[in-house]
Structures are given as C-alpha cells and as structure tokens.
C-alpha cells in the first residue's frame, strides 16, 4: 500500500460524508501556511517575492487551529516558507495530530536535528523533504553549497526516530533526466519512503533570472517522458493520472484549485496556491467569492497557461476521476 492504511480510509470516509452531503466544491487537503520566512532562497520559490513586505509575520497556534477546524480535511498540509522556523512548531504538530488529521510537513530538513527530538512518534507526520537532485543540482536550486548533506543528515535524524520520510523534488530545465533515477536511488538507501516528482514550471510571481531555469508545457511533457519507467523502480507518490498531464496525455485536465485551499497570516488565499487575487477571512468566503471559471490552463488566464502544481492538479485526480481511473488509482495505490 502506498498510503498508509489509515490515511486512506479517513480520505475515502471523508469524500463518501461530502458526496452524500451534496458538496461540489469542498477541500481535500488544507495548506497551512503559519510563516512565509525562510532560511533558504531557493530559485523556484515565489513565497520569499510575493510575501516580502509581510515575512515577519505568523499565525499564531489559535489561528492555526481554526483553520484546521474550520475546513476538516483529512490531511494537512504544513507548508511555508520553512514551517519549522515557527517558534511554536511543536504545538502546532501535536495540535493538528489531537485532531487525528495527517500531516504532511514540508521542510528542507536544516532544523529537523533541532524538532524531531520533541515531537512524539506517531503515524500522523510525514516530513515532506525538499530535495531537488543529487548535492550539486540541489545546492545550485537552493542558491546555498552544503544545504544537501544537512538535509541528508536531517532525513536520517527523522527515519531513525521513526518517522515517515517522502521526497518532493523541482525538475528544472537544467536537471539531468538520468540525475532522477540516481537521486530515487540513492534515498532509497538513506531510507526515503516515497518521492514527489513535479516540474519547475513558469509562473508570474518568478522574477526572470529563475523563470529562465523553468519549462513551458512542451518542455515538461519531453523532460518527463521516461517518468512511467522510474514510476516501476521507485515508489512515486505522484499518481499515474498526474503523471500523465505532465507527459502531455491528458491535455483536457483542469486543476481544482479549492481541492488544497491555502491559509496564511493574510487571510484565506484565493484563488490557488500560486495566484493571489485576493485574500478572505475565512474558507466559505473564498469559495463563494471567487469566480472559479477565470482560471484554468484552457481559461485564457496567462498566469495559468504551464501551470502544473500537484497540489492543484491531484484534487482533481481523487475527485473528478472516471471509474477506469478509480480502478486505476486504487490499483496503484494497494498494490504499487
């Protein structure tokens, strides 16, 4: 099984309680922002650009609750900026746990020798850890020399305390192809449990020396090409049908943007991760405020056009699925 069980069955409970409850438009998973600050500058981050004049900000660990509380998904997100610079980290972990929601915390692993040691063991965390390549290709992304053998260090603190361990790596328009089979290799063997693949792809909130380094839909679709053989070798947590938009397959595919809805200290985020037309006070507003047919890859919006975050695009996978790619997920999901 690639998810944990009890992942998978809150999830399947939780879609079941929305379609009997009539909802055509509710949250898979929230993406909990409490800080946009960083101690990195990662080329292929927009967050440190578009938040500059509010970084110091943070929400607190009662705002945090809220927002869990208030959208009851069954899987969190905690994101950032670097969520473990959050001077109350550790609350914010146990207090998502209390409410028996997975977490998937995404970190570049530099404090994981300084929070793994106060966290309690549970099922619930998954670190989430930045890698973009091999030392070399990472380094380069993160603009820091060094930051891949701390995050390796990191990664091995974490797995020895028992926790789970999955990857997500940016392919830039520089990254070897072969690098990736060399990069799933390698953290096979420092004990990674699982990989997310997605491109590094051109958006507006990039400044131009980093968009250079980004692809445009043609470019991803040849950079990932040879996914489906690395997909056989290693256990991709980027689903098949994902995998398939980035090879150009399904060409039709929209994302489903209030899916993964993001909170941050500004307010409720709309209308997707990467795009800021507005911000709300609460998760309701959002929805009912934006008017979701402006965007789209097919919708004209230029910000949209090589959009293919996975937080956008894997809603749509779970929810908006036929059965041929039900049967095909729960296959993939079970059995690898």
Sequence with gaps: ??????????????????????RTKFPIVLMLEPLHKCNLACEGCGRILEYEETIDEYMSYEQCMKAVDEVDTPVVTVTGGEPLIHPQIVEILHGIVKRR?????????LLLHRVVPKLKRTPFITFNVHIDGLEETHDRAVSRQGVFK?????????????????????VF????????????EYLTGVGVDGFLLAPAFKYTALDSPAAANCMDRGEIAEKFRTLDRLAKKYPLWSTPIYVDFLQGKRPGM?????????????GWKGPCYLITDAHYKSFQEMVDSTRWQRYGVHSGDPRCTNCAMHCGFEPTVV???????????MKWNFFG
Excluded at 101 to 109: D, E, M, P, S, Y
């Design 1 to 22: 099984m690639r998810f944990p069980w009890l992942m998978n069955f809150n999830i399947m409970r939780y879609l079941v309680r929305m379609r009997l409850q009539g």
């Design 101 to 109: 929601k997975f977490i998937n915390c995404c970190t570049n692993a």
């Design 173 to 184: 328009k520089y990254t070897p192809v072969q690098e990736l089979e060399d990069m799933c």
């Design 254 to 266: 929209e994302c489903t943007p209030w899916g993964n809805p993001v909170v941050n200290p500004q």
């Design 319 to 329: 929810m908006n699925s036929d059965f041929r790619d039900t049967l095909r997920l």
């Design 150 to 170: 701390k995050a390796i260090e990191g990664i091995k603190i974490a797995k020895a305390k028992g926790f789970r361990i999955v990857t997500n790596t940016t």
